[in-house]
């Protein structure tokens, strides 16, 4: 019984914290999208990037989900910050997925339960570089990806997009929806990133092996996307290049009234001759 | 013969082109199949239909119909002014001396041209014999094989991803032909009964096909940490119907109707995948009887 109301008293406050961002709204949502209590650092840094710098920045920015030792924490359980704390293990994942999550800022996450978003990322390179020293030296895992995209075929890219990657992403690799999840568009990503992401399969992504997807292909996919980020467009005006709801919208609502109005300018002027 | 006369002709022959016009686009949709439809040639029959019309029709408005303006008194005052009206009015009746002709042009030309843009009616069905709906390339021992052939080994299935797998030697671009396939955990499956031996080693394969409108069921939603993230889910990204692979593809949400059929897999001697047996139900999109009629 005690429990209970002990476990009451704590969730009231933080129910009443959630309603308060729900009013607050778009301030709220900017705010929050920070880690509640920012990067926690050694008081003193080294110069250099190491395992050391890694641990100690793992230990006050990460073990709260992700476990001590990156053992990940299976049943929910209070961490730093109040943060009911849940995470996986990152045992062999190697150096290539903290690598991703860290440099998108899709981690560090405030809350375990959110969906990881492209935060501004507070971690400097060198901190960035000792995670990763650190979370690849807990097991054996793949490393770092070197995608090469002046060696792909940006048709084949095209093709290879189309088939294992714009069900989601869509065909311009300008992002949508999966239920229950939003899909990035995946426009300023670097190439190794991109990379990263085919072989890790982030969040609700499916993860592509080299037995699906080879590296030469990979090149062309990831050539393939870098030419996204900026489209040519043949039409000239892209609209976003989101597909043709917009289209269909700019159509009826700019450019047949703008004919419509020319009509009537040009009969006007008729009349009066 | 007089120009007027002339102009009256060439308004019937211009009828008659977009009347053919309308025919050769109704004779092309009819013609090809929808996989070979020559769209440009669609597209230029329907559009000289139109531009066939609209000549005509400025033909008569320039030639045949007079329009004179003319600005006068009130003319009672002036009989014989009046008559000369009337006599023009009646003058310009004249032009057109045979009105039955151009008529009955004008009303071919349109009824043809609704009848092409009727045309796509031709790829409802099939009506009476609904058999061939329910065909597909699968049969008991078919491999799989990816899109470029190759036997699809059940080693080579891991989890945390998806694959598209065809029926070996089939046509892959048949309704009833692409399958997803998964490995999922076996001990989280809860297949209905009769089901359980379908999945082996948790290798499960449903349609490709969604069955609410019939597109690719391309979407794979995959979690990375289970216990706080959306579960397993195959997503069909036109309308985000979303079915459980873990239950046999019951419907999670969206539009469908029901389940992904689901194709029951088996491994060979040699650890290649192949079907052992057909699919669960009708593959593709719903219609009427479509619940009672099990394959």
């Known amino acids: 019984m005690r429990v209970r109301a002990l476990a009451l008293g704590r969730t009231r406050p ?121 979370v690849a030296s807990l097991g ?13 075929n940006i048709s084949e890219g095209m093709q290879l997009f189309t088939q294992s990657c714009a069900g989601c992403h869509q065909e311009d690799a300008r992002g949508g929806y999966v239920t229950g999840a939003r899909v990035p568009p995946l426009q300023g990503y670097s190439a190794r990133e991109i990379a990263e992401a085919v072989r890790i399969g982030p969040y609700l992504m499916p993860k592509f092996p080299p037995s699906q997807i080879s590296d030469a292909q990979l090149n062309s996919i990831v050539k393939y996307v870098l030419s ?19 289209e269909g919208l700019v159509i009826w609502l700019i450019a047949i009234p703008v004919l419509l109005i020319t009509c009537l300018i040009l009969g006007r002027r008729l009349r009066r001759e | 013969m007089n120009e007027s006369r002339r102009s009256e002709y060439a308004v019937v022959v211009l009828f008659g082109c977009a009347v053919l016009s309308a025919v050769g686009f ?14 440009s040639l669609l597209g230029i029959c329907f559009g000289l239909t139109l531009l066939f019309i609209a000549s005509a029709i400025a033909l008569i408005g320039l030639r045949l119909v007079p329009n004179e303006e003319r ?43 609704g009848a092409a843009a009727l045309a796509p009616v031709l790829s409802l069905g099939p009506f009476w014999n609904t058999t061939a709906l329910d065909k597909t390339p699968w049969r008991r021992g078919k491999r799989l094989v990816d899109q470029n052939g190759t036997p699809i080994r059940a080693d080579d299935v891991i989890e945390e991803t998806f694959y598209t797998a065809f029926p070996e030697g089939a046509d892959m671009e048949e309704i009833g032909a692409p399958v997803v396939l998964l490995h999922l955990d076996p001990a989280k499956l809860h297949l209905q009964y009769g089901r359980k031996r379908w999945a082996p080693r948790g ?50 949400f969206g539009p ?6 689901q194709l029951p897999l088996m491994i060979d001697r040699s650890g290649n995948l192949r079907a052992a047996g057909n699919f669960t139900g009708r593959v593709g999109p719903a219609w009427w009887n479509v619940l009672e009629k099990p394959i």
Not at chain 1, 29 to 42: K, L, N
């Open chain 1, 228 to 246: 996204q980020d900026h489209p040519y467009n043949k039409g000239g005006w892209g609209i976003g290049n989101i597909g043709p709801i917009p």
């Open chain 2, 203 to 252: 290798i499960i394969a449903y349609s490709k096909i969604c069955t609410h409108a019939g597109c690719a069921v391309a979407l794979f939603r995959k979690p990375t940490f289970t216990p706080v993230q959306p579960a397993e889910a195959l997503v069909c990204p036109c309308h985000y119907s979303t079915f459980d692979p873990y239950t046999g593809a019951t419907v999670l």
């Open chain 2, 26 to 39: 109704i004779f092309v949709y009819a013609w090809f199949s929808p996989r070979h439809m020559p769209n």
């Open chain 1, 140 to 152: 054996r895992g793949p490393g770092i990806p070197n995608p090469r995209p002046q060696a792909g």
């Open chain 2, 71 to 113: 600005e006068d008194e009130y003319p009672q005052e002036h009989p014989e002014q009046q008559q000369a009206v009337v006599e023009q009015l009646h003058a310009a009746g004249e032009l057109i001396t045979r009105k039955r002709m151009l008529l009955g042009a004008g009303t071919a030309a349109g009824c043809a041209l």
């Open chain 1, 14 to 134: 933080l129910l009443c914290a959630l309603a308060l961002a729900v009013l607050a709204g778009p301030l709220a949502a900017t705010a929050s999208a920070q880690p509640p209590s920012g990067i926690v650092r050694p008081d003193t840094e080294p110069r250099h990037a190491s395992v050391e710098l890694g641990s100690e920045l793992f230990a006050g920015n990460c073990s709260s989900c992700h476990g001590i030792a990156g053992v990940g924490i299976k049943n929910a359980r209070p961490g730093a910050g109040g943060v009911m704390g849940q995470g996986p293990s990152l045992k062999n994942v190697g150096a290539q997925a903290p690598d991703f999550y860290l440099r998108t800022g899709l981690m560090p996450l405030d809350n375990p339960h959110a969906e990881p978003r492209n935060n501004r990322v507070l971690l400097s390179d060198k901190e960035i570089r000792s995670l990763v020293m650190y």
């Open chain 2, 256 to 261: 469908a109707g029901r389940p992904l059929p």
